[in-house]
């Protein structure tokens, strides 16, 4: 009876061992299955998080070209404004030498025209004066 007792013993505690070495293969199983799935979901959040600091560079960059964009517009409007006025006070100056120019054209030419009448009255009266004695 002790026998068949410590032969029950014996076979529980191998059926124990056993179940306790098929526990133990179930567990590393689970961890390793486990492992791999925090492993994958670790590899998704890191590539998720690259993804999303490429989109940040890639939208900062965007508004660093756009802000660039505005600024050389700007410049380029200022550039324009001031050449206008520029051409502007040039057109001015040059209408008003013209003017004076002109006025100074006119001036001689009146200055010749009464020279001309001058001599030509002159030369009239003399006539006059001329015939005035032949008769």
Do not use: P, Y
């Amino acid at each position: 009876h002790e026998r068949e007792h410590d032969r029950e013993i014996s076979e529980l505690a191998a059926k124990h061992s056993e179940e306790m070495e098929k526990l133990r293969a179930e567990l590393k199983e689970e961890q390793r299955h486990l492992l791999d799935e925090l492993q994958q979901q670790m590899e998704a959040t890191h590539r998720a998080e690259h993804e999303q600091a490429q989109l940040q560079s890639q939208t900062l960059h965007s508004l660093e070209l756009e802000a660039l964009r505005l600024t050389l517009n700007n410049m380029h409007t200022s550039q324009l404004e001031l050449t206008q006025s520029n051409l502007s006070k040039e057109k001015e100056t040059a209408l008003m030498e013209l003017r004076e120019m002109l006025n100074d054209k006119r001036d001689q030419e009146v200055a010749i025209l009464q020279s001309r009448h001058q001599l030509e009255w002159e030369k009239i009266k003399e006539q006059c004066l001329k015939e005035k004695e032949d008769l």
